[in-house]
Nanobody, 118 residues
Framework: QAWFAESGGGLVQPGGSRTLSCTSS????????MAWYRQVPGNERELVAH???????RYADFVKGRFSISKDNVKNTVSLQMNSLNSEDTAAYYC????????????WGQGTLVTVSS
């Protein structure tokens, strides 16, 4: 059963920006550390960014300075603002609880596909 619903993906030109959004009717984001992950076919999901219950963000080195994670506790959403996108950012993006080992997580949503291409 999927607990999370991601949206906002699409085709983006290199150097462009995109904002992804995640919501859930089962999880209250203000009470936990939430994260964004991404996955390329053939590879495992990797952690992109996470934000703590007290709104402290952390980023993977490969997105630091380009991506920004935030939460809206009223709307119960977690967003990922992505700037300066390049082809290596092409992936399906997912949100879930934070974990160093995302393959141990469950209740994944369908994700949202971001394709960076001219």
């Amino acid at each position: 059963q999927a607990w999370f619903a991601e949206s906002g993906g699409g085709l983006v030109q290199p150097g462009g920006s995109r904002t992804l959004s995640c919501t859930s009717s089962q999880v209250v984001f203000s009470r936990t550390t939430m994260a964004w992950y991404r996955q390329v076919p053939g590879n495992e999901r990797e952690l992109v960014a996470h934000i703590t219950d007290d709104d402290r963000p952390r980023y993977a080195d490969f997105v630091k300075g380009r991506f920004s994670i935030s939460k809206d506790n009223v709307k119960n959403t977690v967003s990922l603002q992505m700037n300066s996108l390049n082809s290596e950012d092409t992936a399906a993006y997912y949100c879930n609880y934070y974990s160093d080992i995302p393959r141990y997580l469950h209740n994944w949503g369908q994700g949202t596909l971001v394709t960076v291409s001219s």
